[in-house]
C-alpha cells in the first residue's frame, strides 16, 4: 500500500470502506450513513467518492458502491471482513506468555512447594506490564477510530 493511500485512509474515510468491505454487495449512502454511523448521507456520499477515486470502491450502474480492491491498512489486520488493530495481536502473545509463566509459577508453588525467586516475579510483572500496554493501545485506536466519524 502506497504512503498516500495509507494516509487516506483514517477517520471517516476508514470507517466507511471497513463498512463497504463488511457488507460484500452494493450499498447506496444511506446505508453507509446508517451502518458507518455518520452524520448525514451527503457526508456518506463525499467518503464514498474518496474511496472511488482511490480505486478502492466503485459505482455501479444502480448507483450503488461495492469493493473494487480490499487493500491493506496501516496499522490494522483484516480478519475475514474484519478490520482488527494489529497490537491486539501483539497483546494476545503477551497474553499467552504470562499465562504459561504463571501456571509454570503455580506448579513451583503448589506442586513441588518450592519457592520462586524474585526475578522470576519481575518477569511476569514486565509481562503483564507489556500485554497490558498493548491492549491499551488496541483499544485507543480502535476508539480513536470512532471518535474521528462523529
Known amino acids: ?3 498516500q493511500l495509507s494516509d487516506e485512509l483514517e477517520g471517516n474515510t476508514l470507517q466507511v470502506y471497513s463498512f463497504v468491505v463488511k457488507e460484500s454487495r452494493p450499498v447506496g449512502p444511506r446505508e ?3 451502518g458507518a454511523n455518520l452524520s448525514s448521507p451527503s457526508v456518506a456520499y463525499r467518503q464514498l467518492q474518496k474511496l472511488e477515486g482511490l480505486g478502492l470502491i466503485e459505482k455501479n450502474e444502480l448507483g450503488e458502491y461495492i469493493v473494487r480492491e480490499k487493500t491493506g491498512v496501516s496499522g490494522h489486520v483484516w480478519i475475514g471482513k474484519t478490520l482488527v ?3 491486539v495481536f501483539y497483546s494476545f502473545f503477551f497474553m499467552g506468555i504470562l499465562l504459561a509463566e504463571i ?3 503455580a ?3 503448589f506442586v513441588n512447594h ?3 525467586s524474585l526475578g522470576i516475579w519481575y518477569s511476569i510483572l514486565i509481562t503483564a506490564a507489556s500485554m497490558t500496554i498493548f491492549l491499551t493501545e488496541s ?3 480502535t476508539k480513536h477510530k470512532k ?3 462523529e
Do not use: D, E, F
Open 139 to 141: 483499544i485507543l485506536t
Open 103 to 105: 501456571t509454570l509459577v
Open 114 to 116: 518450592q519457592t520462586i
Open 107 to 109: 506448579t513451583q508453588i
Open 147 to 149: 471518535t474521528t466519524q
Open 32 to 34: 453507509v450513513m446508517r
Open 85 to 87: 488493530p494489529r497490537m
Open 1 to 3: 500500500m502506497t504512503k
